[in-house]
């Protein structure tokens, strides 16, 4: 069965950074873009960062430069370095996977509205909270 399975997150002083890891059980990273969400209660689940099978990467612009996603394939996870962490990036984070659609690019994947429909399976969320 597919599973997605987020360690991490926590609490944090504005500056300071965090590493969320997501164990992927079930899904074939050649197969798959791999992704991580954020969602503040109140507001739209947004796109945070993304990777497909090419090695391709996607960054909303407000974590560009401050976080980095990657994959290990021989460990079957996908984590998320978060640094320079600001109180705006306080959320729920989740880790996500989607199945490549040629007619879904990775940068439309990450940057468009999010839904439940947004990716074909979602991990439990992580809440990540950063004080000024």
């Known amino acids: 069965a597919q599973q997605l399975v987020v360690s991490g997150g926590g609490s944090v002083q504005a500056g300071g950074s965090l590493r969320l890891s997501c164990a992927v059980s079930?899904?074939?990273?050649?197969?798959?873009?791999m992704g991580w969400f954020r969602h503040v209660p109140g507001k739209e689940r947004e796109g945070v960062a993304g990777?497909?099978?090419?090695?391709?990467?996607a960054y909303a612009d407000s974590v560009k430069g401050r976080f980095t996603i990657s994959q290990d394939s021989a460990k079957n996870t996908l984590d998320l370095q978060m640094n320079s962490l600001k109180p705006e990036d306080t959320a729920m984070y989740y880790c996500?996977?989607?199945?490549?659609?040629?007619?879904?690019?990775?940068?439309?994947?990450?940057?468009?509205?999010?839904?439940?429909?947004?990716?074909?399976?979602w991990g439990q969320g992580t809440q990540v909270t950063v004080s000024s």
């Open positions: 996500a996977a989607v199945v490549v659609d040629p007619l879904r690019p990775l940068r439309w994947w990450i940057l468009m509205p999010v839904s439940d429909q947004s990716a074909d399976y």
């Open positions: 079930g899904i074939n990273f050649r197969s798959y873009c």
């Open positions: 990777t497909d099978p090419n090695g391709s990467i």
